[in-house]
């Protein structure tokens, strides 16, 4: 039984493609060997596994559940929910114009601080499962940088005084 056990893991080891499944039965039992990639589990009892091929879904409801924003704020909070059959493991963030990190939380998730940048701000949130699948939202954010306010230009021009 142990030299069957050794031919099973060599062959599981020998298999020609990355998420590779290798079925063995041995006294009427089914055991099904996935690579760590696959996703899959080892079965027992005649069962097989299937392997979980379906990316989590993710949504980002602060600072607003549409896909536009606009503030005057340089740093925003951006949180949401994901989740997932198998579980989510990870949700991770991104401004195109720079910054980027892990939230805290998973199926509820938050990013406390992200800094934007004057214009539009693309941050993207992305939740990954535990077989590696991913899927992402994306927010659109403005920075409005506020002009000069009147009243204090005229604090800062003097007219010339007459000789």
């Not at 099904?32 to 069962?47: E, I, K, N, R």
């Not at 005057?72 to 910054?99: K, L």
């Not at 535990?130 to 604090?155: E, F, Q």
Request: with cysteine.
């Amino acid at each position: 039984m142990i030299s069957q056990c050794l031919l099973c893991l060599r062959a599981v080891e020998a298999a020609p493609k990355a998420n590779a499944v290798v079925m063995f039965s041995f006294l009427g039992l089914f055991l099904t060997a996935c690579d760590g990639g696959s996703g899959g589990v080892l079965p027992s009892s005649g069962s097989t596994s299937t392997p979980d091929t379906t990316a989590p879904s993710i949504n980002i409801t602060v600072p607003a559940a549409s896909v536009n924003y606009s503030t005057s704020n340089s740093t925003v909070t951006v949180s949401g929910t994901a989740s997932d059959s198998v579980g989510v493991t990870q949700v991770t963030w991104s401004n195109n114009r720079g910054g980027s990190g892990t939230a805290s939380g998973t199926t509820a998730w938050s990013i406390s601080s992200v800094a934007l940048q004057s214009g539009s701000n693309t941050v993207t949130a992305t939740a990954r499962d535990s077989a590696g699948n991913t899927n992402a939202a994306s927010i659109s954010i403005s920075l409005t940088v506020p002009s000069t306010p009147i009243g204090l230009a005229r604090h800062c021009w003097k007219r010339p005084s007459r000789p």
